[in-house]
């Protein structure tokens, strides 16, 4: 009998874990149930969100970088890092509203963001770098913004269907969407 109890103790145990845990899993659930029903309105939201973080560093670090007089490799180097961070920090700051603890928060953007910062960091950079002398014109010519503008433009336009075929995949931003609601 005292086996039986210690059985029902340990179930009583895991359902209080289960329920613990029940909105990750509805929300892992909620995610592969949109298998393959990824529309491109959803994938460039998501993207439009990632691009936000994304803009935030880039155009800050470039700033930062230009007015300090930086060649383009230490230039792009605090654009990434920059953009890294804010990409992340748009993803933190709705699931710590959500309840989510740091630990999960920071595991659930890492997965959510990750793929889809290096893709847009890779093009908009790469784009600034071929486009003569942007990367060393001024903080007050039209060639740098605008080259920034069709770099982000490039970027968003490049990580829109990667975005859709992860989300599809219940990977990516699919990883946070039930928070986002």
């Not at 874990?17 to 939201?45: F, I, L, N």
Request: charged share 10%; aromatic share 8%.
């Amino acid at each position: 009998m005292a086996e039986q109890h210690h059985d029902h103790s340990q179930h009583g145990t895991a359902e209080r874990a289960e329920h613990e845990h029940a909105g990750h899993h509805d929300h892992h659930q909620h995610a592969h149930a949109g298998h393959g029903k990824v529309t491109w309105r959803m994938a460039a939201s998501a993207t439009l969100h990632c691009l936000t973080g994304c803009a935030i560093g880039e155009v800050l670090g470039l700033v930062i970088a230009t007015a300090l007089g930086w060649h383009a490799f230490p230039s792009i180097a605090l654009a990434v890092a920059l953009a890294f961070f804010f990409g992340y920090l748009l993803t933190l700051i709705p699931l710590r509203r959500a309840g989510v603890g740091w630990k999960e928060a920071i595991k659930l953007a890492l997965a959510a963001d990750t793929v889809s910062i290096i893709v847009m960091e890779v093009v908009d950079n790469g784009v600034m770098l071929v486009i003569p002398g942007a990367m060393d014109a001024g903080l007050t010519s039209g060639l740098f913004w605008g080259a920034l503008a069709f770099s982000l433009l490039v970027a968003f336009l490049v990580t829109t269907p990667i975005n859709k075929w992860i989300i599809g995949k219940g990977r990516g931003h699919a990883v946070v969407h039930a928070y986002h609601h």
